[in-house]
C-alpha cells in the first residue's frame, strides 16, 4: 500500500510543478501575474513591460531650451521621456533635467487646488476653494482694479512655457504693456538690443552658431556643460571632437575651459578690455576679412581710430592676463576665419555696461567675416504660420519682451487702453529693448510713473530671480492684489491673495513652439496624462478669466485644440498631421548671404553692419564701445559669481527628487590659497555677508584651484526659504539675497547682478 | 558568439550627468541608487590647471571578480556583459567586496548594479545612458566596432592630449566598458594594470574546486560508511538470529526461524 501512494503522489508532484512551469511561461506573456509573482519575490518588472505604451509628443519644461521630447507613459502613469529623434533640437537626446521630466510631475509638494489667502499675506495661510470660487475673486479684483487705476495698473510677471498665456495672449487682450519675462532684462536684454543696433536682427531663442563647421570658438564666461542646454552640448562637443580650437574667457576653470586650447582666468569685470585689444591686434596686424568687411562693415575707419590705443600690453594690466595670451588668441581667431566666432552667451547682465561688451563681441565677429558665412554665425528664420486670428489687442506689439518677433518691435513704445506706456523707464531710464521686470518694482512702492495696483505672477520664482529681493518684498506688501500661477509652493507664492495651480507641462496642451533657426520648426505640446489633482493648464485659467471680465471676443475657441487647429490650419497642417510627422513641422532656413540673392540680410538703416553706431551716438550714447572700469571688491570681499549646474535650472528644480538627490545644495567655490589663508577648509559650511549686510544661509565651501582669489561662485537657485518645498527649503544659498543691488543698463535695461561683493563669516 | 560593449569616451564627456539620470529613471532606480557616478578630477595649482570626468560605473570585466565569488549564479557573463539576475542573489555580498572598482551595492539586501540594459537591448534598443548622452561620449555595439572606434578616437585625441589612450582593451582580460582618456590611467584614477585580488583566484581556482571535490569525496565517503555499516547491521542481526534460534531451539520447535 504504502509503496503504491507514493508513486501517486509522486506522479502529481511532478503532473503540477509541470503545470506551474507552463503557467509561468504564459504568464510572462500577460505580464501581470508574472509582475505579481515577481513583486512576490522583491522584484520589479520593468516599466516597459507591464502594459501598453502610450506615446505622446511634447516640448520640455524643464529648462527654457525646450527641446523636443517623446514621453511614454503606461496606464495614465508617465515613466520616462526621452527626445524626439525629429527635434531640430534634441535630435534623440535629452539632459538629466529632461530626463527628470515625470519626477517633477511627481513631485508630491505640488500645489493641489486653487486657494485664496486667509492670513497676512507673506504668511502662507490659505483655504482651498473651487476654480469657480478662485476665478470669480481674482476676477473681481482685477476689474475694480482696472476700473480705478486703468488696466495699465496690472503687472504681468511670467517664465516658463506657458507664459504666452498670461503675459503675452492676456496681457495685451486684457490690456497692459507692463507684461515682463525674466529672460530679457535678468538675462539677455543687452546681448539682444546690442545685436539689433550692430547688425540689424535679434540672436533669439536659439543662438544661431554654425557649429557643423566652425573651426574656432570662443567663449566668454559660458559654461557649457554645466549650462546643460541639450543642443550646445552637442554641438560643442562634436566640434570639440572634430579638432575645433577652442579658446575660454572665464574666471573660473569650468568644465569646458578643461577642454579649451586657451583659458584666460579673466579678472572679472574687464571683459570689454580684453575685447577691445582683440580688434586693436586683428585690425592692427590687418588680420581680419578685408573683402567682407569691406562690403558689408560700416565705420570700420572710425573703429580703427578707436582702438589704436587699446594694445594687449593695455589690457594686460587691466584683465590680469598675458600680453601675448591675448595677441595669441586673436591670431587663432584670424587664422580660422571666417570659421571662428565669439559664441553670444545667453545670461549677460553683469556690470550694467552690457550692451557695449556685446556690440564689441559682434564687431569681433563681423572683422572674422563669420555673420552669413558657413561655420560663423548662420542667419536664423522663423517659421512661417499665422497667429490665431483673435481681434486686435488693447495693446498691440510686443510688450511681453522677447516673444516678439523679428521685424515686427516697433520702435515705439506701446500705449495701453488709457493712454500709458510702460511704467519701467523705457526712453528715460534706459533706452530700449523689451520690458525690464525690475524696472516695475519701483512703481509698485512709489506709483511712479503711476502705480502699478496688481500683480499676476506665472511661473517666475520672483523673490529667487529679481535682484534686490528686499525690494520686491515692500512691493508685494503694497500690492492691492497678487495672483500666483505655479505648479510648486515657491517662495513668493506665500505672498499671493489666490493661488492657480497649474498642470505641468507633461499634463497639457499649449501654444505652439515656433522656433527661429537654420532650419525653422515648430514643435506641439499634448498631454501625456490627464492633469493631476485639481491642476489646470494657463490656456483654460485665461480664458475662464477672460469670459469673466468681458474680453468674449478673444476667446471664441473653446478648446486648446481648437485653437492650435486654428492656426495650424494656416499652414495646411493639425495636431493630428503633426503627429504624423512625429510632432515636428520643419521649415527651410535661409542662413547664409547666398540665401538672400545679393539682397542685403542687415535689416539695419545703412544694410549693414555698423561698427560705429550713429542711432547710439545720437542717443547720446558712446557709437563704439570703451572701457570702464567697475567697482572693486572692498578688501576682505569677494566678488559674488553665479552660473549653472547641469542638473538644475534657474530656481525650479531644486525641489525635483530626482534632481535634487542628484545636487541637493549648491556650494561656495573658494580658491584652495585664499582658504588656506582664511583658515577654511574644503567641505566646511559658512555663511556669506554682502557689502549691505545682507546674510545668506550656511554653505559648504569647495576649495578649489579652478577660480581665482578675488572671486567667489556659487550655483544659482538655492537657499530657498520655503517651507513648503520639503526638498529645497533652506538648502544651500541663495545668491539672488546677496544681490542687494545691481547696475541697470542704461541701453536695454538689463540688470547687472556681479557688483555684488561677499566676505565669509565663518561663525554666526 | 558576439561580445558587445560600451565605448565610454571621457575625451567627449563634459560631466552633464544626462547618462546618470537615464538609466535611473529608465531602470527606475530607487532613490539613492545609482548605477553611474560623475564626479570632476582636478590636477595642478592655478592657472596652470588640467580636470577631467570620472564616470565611475560597472566596466563589466572579462573576468568579472564579482562573478567568480557568486555563489548562486546570479552574477553571471552574457554577450561579453557581466549580467544580473537579482532573483537569484542571496545578499552575501561577496561581489560587494570583490569588485576591484567598488561598483556593486547592496539594495534590499540583493546585490545591485549595471547590467548593460539587458531587457532593453534584447527588445532591439540601447541602454538608456548611450540613448540620451548629449555629447556622445557613449555608445554601444559589438566588441570589435566599439574597439576600432575606440582607437580611432584615442587617436584623434592625441593631437590635444599626447597621452591619450584606450583604456580595457585587455584590463582584467578586456572590458566590457572600453574608455578613451584623455590621459595616462592613474591620472584619471583608474589603476593602469587592474588585479583581481590573488585571494579570490585562490577562491576561484582553488577553494572552490576543491569544495566540489570534497563534497563529492564527503558524500562517497557517507554512502560507503553508509554500505557498509548496513551490511555490518545485517551481519549482527543475522547472527543473532542465529544465536537467537539456536536458543529456542533448544527450548521451543522452531518452525520459521529464518523467515525475518
Known sequence: MARTKLQISRRNFLKSSLLSAAALSISSCSAQPLATVLNQNGLRLPWFRTGEIKTTYNYCDMCPWRCGIVVKSVDGQIYKVDGNPADPKSRGMLCARGQAGPSFVYDPDRLRAPMIRTGARGEGKFKEVTWAEALDYTAEKLKITGQAFGPEAVAVFGHTSGDFWFTDYFAQAWGTPNAAKPSSSLCTSPREEAAKLTYGLPIGGHEPVDWDAINCIVLIGSHIG??????????FANAWARGAKVIVVDPRFSNVAAKADYWLPIKPGTDTALLLAWLNVLINEERYDKAYVADWTTGLEALAAHVAPFTPEWAAEITDLPAESIRATARLMADNLPQAAIIPGRHVTWYGNDTQRMRAIYMINALLGAYGREGGIYFSKSPYIEAYPHPPFAVTGSSGGCSAEPGQESAELPLGPTGKARADGARTNFLRGATAMQELIPPMISGEPYPIKALIVYGVNLLNSIPNPQRTIEALKKLDFVLAVDVLPQEHVAWADVVFPEATALERYDELWVVAHKTPYIAMREPAIEPLYDTKPAWWMVRELGLRLGMEPYFRWETAEEYLDARLLSIG?????????????????????EDFAGESPFPTASGKIELYSDELASAGFEPMPTYEPVAEPPAGYFRLLYGRHPVHTFAKTQNTPLLNELYPENELWLNEDEAGRQGITNGQYVWLENQDGARSGPIKVKATQRIRSDAVYMVHGFGQNAPELSRANGQGASDTKLQTTYALDPISGGAGMRVNFVRIVKEV | MTTYAFLLDLGRCIGCQACVAACKTGNELSPGVQYIHISEQTRGVFP????????HRCYHCADAACVAVCPTGALYKEDGLTRLDASQCSGCAYCVDACPFNVPQLVNGRSNKCDGCAEVVKAGGQPWCVKTCPSNALMYGERETIMAEAHRRAEALRVRYPHAQVYGETQLGGLGVVMVLP???EQLDLPANPQIPAVLNTWQNVVQPASVGLLGFSLAF??????????????EVAHLHVQNSAEETAAVQPDHANET
Open chain 1, 573 to 593: 497642417s493639425s495636431l493630428d498631421k503633426m503627429r504624423q510627422t512625429n510632432g515636428v513641422i520643419v521649415q527651410q532656413g535661409k542662413p547664409y548671404f
Open chain 2, 222 to 235: 557517507t554512502g560507503l560508511a553508509a554500505i557498509i555499516a548496513r551490511r555490518n547491521h545485517k551481519q
Open chain 1, 226 to 235: 554645466e549650462d546643460a542646454r541639450n543642443t550646445v552640448m552637442q554641438d
Open chain 2, 183 to 185: 590621459d595616462q590611467p
Open chain 2, 48 to 55: 596652470a590647471l588640467q580636470s577631467s570626468i570620472k564616470n
